[in-house]
């Protein structure tokens, strides 16, 4: 049961400002403008068990982690610890809210500026995620293999509706 049903890579892109991503920088995760092709902003997810994903970076392979409920980070694969765990909650009009399994606390797109869990109201608008898969972003690469993707000037993010298919 994944996020994307076809488990493609995706951007998560925050609500309030949706040129804002998660991405991964030397193992902390920060939101970052979004650019097209960079790996470190592609993420997908896999499940684990019980209604729990795990949100796994492209470039890395580190799943999402809110280590010891106090931060933000992606530093190892394991996808056994609750600090590693997601549920995948719909809040309406394409929009997800990722709520820890150990801490019952949400990604915040905190002050709009750094990626944090403090709260656990799904209904914040700071709280909630569009997951845009990275081939539908303009100005997107496909995967070449190996050799990897181009980043591109003026990024886009196409508008499109949510297409529930890709969704839990």
């Known amino acids: 049961m994944h996020l994307l049903a076809d488990s493609r890579w995706s951007y998560i892109l925050s609500r ?3 040129n804002k991503v998660i991405a991964q920088v030397d193992g902390q995760i920060v939101a970052a403008d979004l650019e097209a092709g960079n790996k470190y902003q592609h993420w997908r997810t896999i499940r684990c068990g019980n209604g729990y994903h795990v949100i796994q970076n492209r470039k890395t392979k580190n799943v999402l982690d809110h280590w010891g409920s106090q931060r933000i980070a992606a530093e190892n694969r394991n996808w056994e610890d609750p600090h590693h ?9 394409g929009f997800v809210a990722f709520k820890n399994r150990s801490s019952g606390m949400v990604l915040d797109f905190y002050a709009f500026t750094s990626i944090e869990a403090f709260n656990d109201d799904v209904g914040h608008e700071n709280h909630q995620w569009r997951v845009v898969r990275a081939d ?28 529930e298919r890709y969704l839990l």
């Open 85 to 93: 765990q997601w549920q995948i909650v719909h809040t309406g009009d």
């Open 16 to 18: 309030p400002a949706e």
């Open 136 to 163: 539908q972003v303009a100005g997107a690469k496909k995967s070449s293999g190996s050799s990897g993707e181009e980043e591109s000037p003026g990024v886009k993010v196409k508008k499109i509706k949510c297409d």
